[in-house]
């Protein structure tokens, strides 16, 4: 039962919503950088691995004020 408690969080409030500029905005920079280094990925007929590219994409993007971004 204390797990379950746990789960409930310290009782702080959520932050608010983002405004359906911001989405779109984050959505069309993750676009873009992603879809910029599949292209070049094509271009130089070579593979491009890039592991966390996509995870570092939704931290700038999605939260760029957090520190940890």
């Known amino acids: 039962m204390r797990f379950f408690n746990k789960l409930k969080g310290d009782g702080v409030a959520l932050p608010p919503k983002p405004s359906a500029k911001v989405v779109a905005l984050t959505w ?17 007929n070579s593979a491009l691995v890039l592991g966390s590219f996509g995870t570092s994409c939704v931290l700038v993007f999605v939260y760029p004020d957090v520190l940890f971004s």
């Open 28 to 44: 069309l920079g993750r676009f873009l950088a992603i879809g910029s280094v599949a292209v070049l990925g094509e271009h130089l």
